[in-house]
Antibody, heavy 122, light 111 residues
Framework: EVQLVESGGGLVQPGRSLRLSCAAS????????MHWVRQAPGKGLEWVSG????????GYADSVKGRFTISRDNAKNSLYLQMNSLRAEDTALYYC???????????????WGQGTLVTVSS | QSALTQPASVSGSPGQSITISCTGT?????????VSWYQQHPGKAPKLMIY???NRPSGVSNRFSGSKSGNTASLTISGLQAEDEADYYC???????????FGGGTKLTVL
């Protein structure tokens, strides 16, 4: 059974940093691209970032480019999101999602975690 | 990057069919067969319903189908059931910003 478990969310002040983690199990992690998708309270889905199976290709939404960094450790079956210079508008539930292919830009997100909540507020 | 355009809401009676549209540009929906559709029930994680325009993942009912014409993709749900009531989102790769973009979401109400 595929499982994606996010962690690392919490309350953080504007301008500070936070690192999210996603522990994956139930599939061959290094065969697939992975993504972070967020959802602000009461709002729609927003893609944040994607990373290919071997970290060779990475993409970011314009809203986080230069502030967020996605990475993965295939030996640990883990995905990460380093979030710097956080803003109030980054407040959201952050989902880790598995791609159905090895590239981040051509597949669907076939499995999702339950999300970790990030609240940016002073 | 701009979100893909979806109607805010659609509704239908049990047994009927409905279609949700997702309009983009030649840089996203019209230029690539990388359109996906997701169903999200309140308080739950999204679920993949359609990928690559018209493919259904294993386990998804064949009442769900996807298509594309020009810059507009569509999700059709036939034989509406009460459990289909949810929010639906489309997504696509976009070359304009080398990223993935979602639609604003459509709330489906089963009357």
């Amino acid at each position: 059974e595929v499982q994606l478990v996010e962690s690392g969310g919490g309350l953080v002040q504007p301008g500070r940093s936070l690192r999210l983690s996603c522990a994956a199990s139930g599939f061959t992690f290094d065969d697939y691209a992975m993504h972070w998708v967020r959802q602000a309270p009461g709002k729609g889905l927003e893609w944040v970032s994607g990373i290919s199976w071997n970290s060779g290709s990475i993409g970011y939404a314009d809203s986080v480019k230069g502030r967020f960094t996605i990475s993965r450790d295939n030996a640990k079956n883990s995905l990460y999101l380093q979030m710097n210079s956080l803003r109030a508008e980054d407040t959201a539930l952050y989902y880790c999602a598995k791609d159905d292919t090895y590239n981040w830009n051509d597949g669907g997100f076939d499995y999702w975690g339950q999300g970790t909540l990030v609240t940016v507020s002073s | 990057q701009s979100a893909l355009t979806q109607p805010a809401s659609v509704s239908g009676s049990p047994g009927q069919s409905i279609t949700i549209s997702c309009t983009g540009t030649s840089s996203d929906v019209g230029g690539y067969n990388y359109v996906s559709w997701y169903q999200q029930h309140p308080g739950k994680a999204p679920k993949l319903m359609i990928y690559e325009v018209s493919n259904r993942p294993s386990g998804v009912s064949n009442r769900f189908s996807g298509s594309k014409s020009g810059n507009t993709a569509s999700l059709t749900i036939s034989g509406l059931q009460a459990e289909d009531e949810a929010d639906y989102y489309c997504s696509s790769y976009t070359s304009s910003s080398t990223s993935v973009v979602f639609g604003g979401g459509t709330k489906l109400t089963v009357l």
